[in-house]
């Protein structure tokens, strides 16, 4: 194999060292990603507590099903929001850096909010690491003019095989519409990171997820990577119909979750819609200045960190990821010695209900909240004496 193509052929000469090590460490490597050590020129200044930012950079498909009477429909903007997401959750940071970045690993408390404002009104989010061993973050995003709320958790789980790293997500979200009272559980997709030989990391999903609704319609989502007819990468087919009924397919959507997709009535044998998250213009995502933000807030922790990676100055950067690296550690200690636990700010571990139960069944969805810490929810207790005190202070 020539240099040009083979390992490491898009890693510079001053790189390649470092890039031969790491792909030795990963050929035995199992366990979180968090633990995985990785070069400094692919190291991300962006913590991993901030990618729940992406399930609603466009507010207006995210409140769309809302705005929808009938069920069947409304299940389906459901599915066109989940689809319009995965651009920017699994795709957006290769387009814009190159290649897949390793993520800052999130330090237990870490919070990251923020609110898009735009024709949808506004868009509120708050994410919050719960758990560092597992390594789990908790997301809610919501929009109080239109009546809807995500909420949800998930944690990774890694291995490497035949220079792939595989990543199983573990955890799930929920999409809830006060109009209705309707809830939609929505399982996470498997990936694998490809172009690891070549010093170019990039996502592809695997596997499939659904949606289960509770008004009883469910949606199927099968990744194949590069689709077995058109041979393009980040491909799908998903199937919309009522739960039990498989075969008796509403709606069909197919695609490029990082171009575009096309959805088909399939009794009528129409098209829907076809919709591009690749030309479809994200809202940004407004956060509070760092002099305003709380010491416990991603970018105001990670500023020292963030400014290091950006200069390219990794001594640097492994000194003041030590700094926060060390205070963890010192928190953990004094908590063990005092017999308590950290507190978490806006979410709490929970028991199972009912009504998740009975949609996690009828999708096969196992919890495995060993693997995640437990389960967890959004606490609005919490959120609403926060607010009040917040208020007490600024009167």
């Known amino acids: 194999m020539s240099s040009s193509n083979g390992e490491g052929a898009e890693v510079a000469a001053a790189n390649k060292g470092s890039w031969s090590s790491f792909m030795k460490s990963i050929a035995s490597f199992s366990g979180d990603l ?53 651009k920017q959750q699994y795709s957006s940071r290769n387009e814009k850096l190159g290649s897949e970045k390793k993520p800052l690993n999130p330090f237990l408390g870490e ?30 995003i919501w929009n109080q003019k239109h009546g809807v709320r995500l909420q949800g958790y998930n944690g990774q ?15 799930h979200a929920i999409y809830h519409i006060d109009a209705y009272d309707e809830d939609y559980l929505i399982t996470l997709p498997s990936l694998h990171i490809e172009g690891l030989v070549y010093g170019s990391p990039y996502v ?36 919309l119909y009522p739960e039990g009924k498989e075969k008796d397919i509403l709606y069909s959507v197919e695609g490029q979750w990082n171009d575009s997709f096309t959805a088909r009535n399939a009794k009528a044998k129409t ?33 020292a960190v963030a400014e290091a990676i950006g200069k390219g100055d990794m001594d640097v950067t492994g000194t003041e990821k030590g700094k926060i690296e060390n205070a963890q550690r010192e928190l953990r ?63």
Do not use: C
Request: overall charge positive.
């Open 204 to 239: 592809e999903l695997n596997t499939h997820t659904y949606i289960q609704s509770s008004s009883g319609y469910t949606s199927k989502i099968i990744y194949s990577g590069k689709g077995w007819v058109s041979g393009k990468k980040n491909s799908f087919t998903a199937t």
């Open 333 to 395: 200690k004094k908590e063990k010695e005092e017999g308590r636990d950290w507190e978490r700010r806006y979410f709490s571990r929970v028991e199972p209900d009912e009504r998740f139960g009975r949609l996690a069944e009828k999708v096969g969805h196992q919890l495995e909240a060993d693997k995640t810490g437990g389960m967890w929810r959004w606490d609005d207790a919490k959120y609403q004496s926060l607010l009040k005190a917040k208020s007490k202070t600024s009167t």
């Open 157 to 171: 789980k890694a291995s490497f095989s035949v220079r792939t790293i595989n990543v199983k997500q573990i955890g």
């Open 111 to 140: 919070l990251f909010l923020g609110k898009w404002e735009d024709e949808a009104g506004t868009t509120e989010l708050i994410s919050e690491q719960v758990s560092h061993h597992p390594p789990v973050t908790a997301y809610s």
């Open 271 to 303: 098209e829907v819609e076809t919709y591009s998250p690749k030309t479809s213009r994200t809202t940004p995502l407004t956060i509070a200045p760092l002099g305003q933000q709380d010491d416990l807030e991603s970018r105001r922790a990670w500023r």
């Open 34 to 86: 968090s633990s995985l050590t990785a070069p400094p020129f692919i190291l991300s200044s962006t913590s991993l507590v901030e990618y729940s930012s992406y399930w609603a950079e466009h507010p207006s498909v995210f409140v769309a099903p809302a705005s929808e009477p009938d069920a069947a429909k409304r299940a389906l903007l459901v599915l066109k929001w989940f689809l319009s997401t995965l």
